[in-house]
């Protein structure tokens, strides 16, 4: 193999709240399963991206988020380095990005209301959810349910004097919370993802509402298509009467639950996509 050198970037530590071990395992497990395919690679965290002194990597498989290093990313990519995901579909996960992106492409969404975080009042129903407007949830306070109108102004006050100038707000809706990963660029059976899971978060009570499967995962792979991932997660919320709402996409998560069965699938993805599946 000519060029074997690939890079995976690490998450930022403060990116990963309480899954620092897992989102780092999912990014070691699949190196190690491009190592077995004959390419050489080197993990580095967010801060160790710099000039490629060593020669250009083959190419790059990265869960970092910030967007100084998604910038200094975007210089290998501009220079015949392909990614995954690219350094563009991270940045279209924030929040603020992510709704113009569905709203351009029709993507079923909560409905979202992005304000000011100096805003001395914003009217609507409640109980509301207040989220920062950038990056997803890195500590207390990014993501807040206000069940009143003081509230509401107390988190958007928090945000500000953490120099965050918007935030998104999102009602509650109420059901079962069902978290998803998935895999891949194109369409699988049904129009689903090449490779999905689904399960319940553990931290609710749940209600066992029924609902279409399929229908999850054909919304799922449009968002993450529209936003350009092909490594993604996120959450839903599954109503009583069996609707399904997106809550949220996000850029190669940690996979804790199915690492093992993901790691591979990741590795085999990332050489059809950049060698052909050649080792």
């Not at 965050?164 to 049904?190: E, T």
């Not at 997660?233 to 190669?252: E, F, P, S």
């Not at 639950?257 to 080792?279: K, N, S, T, V, Y």
């Amino acid at each position: 193999m000519k060029n074997s050198l690939c890079w995976g970037i690490f998450r930022e530590a403060a990116h990963s709240p309480g899954r620092e071990s897992d989102d780092a395992e999912i990014l070691r497990l699949t190196g190690k399963h491009l190592e077995a395919k004959g390419l050489q690679v080197v993990l580095k965290t967010p801060e160790e991206v710099g000039p490629a002194d060593e020669g250009l990597p083959r190419f790059v498989f990265l869960m970092c988020e910030r967007v100084d290093v998604l910038r200094r990313l975007r210089v290998l990519e501009a220079a015949g380095v392909p990614h995954v995901n690219s350094p563009q579909s991270v940045f279209n996960t924030y929040r603020e990005r992510m709704l113009e992106v569905f709203t351009e492409a029709n993507v079923p969404f909560i409905a979202s209301r992005l304000v000011e975080t100096s805003a001395a009042d914003v009217p609507g129903p409640l109980p509301v959810w207040v989220k920062r407007a950038d990056v997803h949830n890195t500590q207390e306070g990014d993501v807040v349910l206000a069940p009143s109108a003081d509230a509401v102004a107390a988190a958007l006050r928090g945000l500000a004097a953490r120099g965050l100038a918007r935030a998104v707000l999102q009602p509650h809706v109420d059901g079962d919370l069902v978290k998803f990963y998935g895999i891949g660029a194109g369409g699988g059976p049904h129009g689903e993802p090449p490779w999905f899971r689904w399960f319940y978060h553990k931290e609710q009570t749940l209600a066992g509402h029924r609902f279409d499967e399929r229908r999850l995962a054909r919304l799922v792979r449009g968002a993450a298509a529209a936003l350009g991932l092909e490594v993604y997660g996120g959450d839903a919320i599954v109503t009583r009467d069996g609707a399904v709402v997106l809550l949220d996409v996000n850029a190669w998560p940690s996979f804790a639950l199915f690492r093992d069965e993901a790691a591979p699938r990741i590795a085999a993805h990332l050489a059809l996509r950049f060698l052909g599946g050649r080792r």
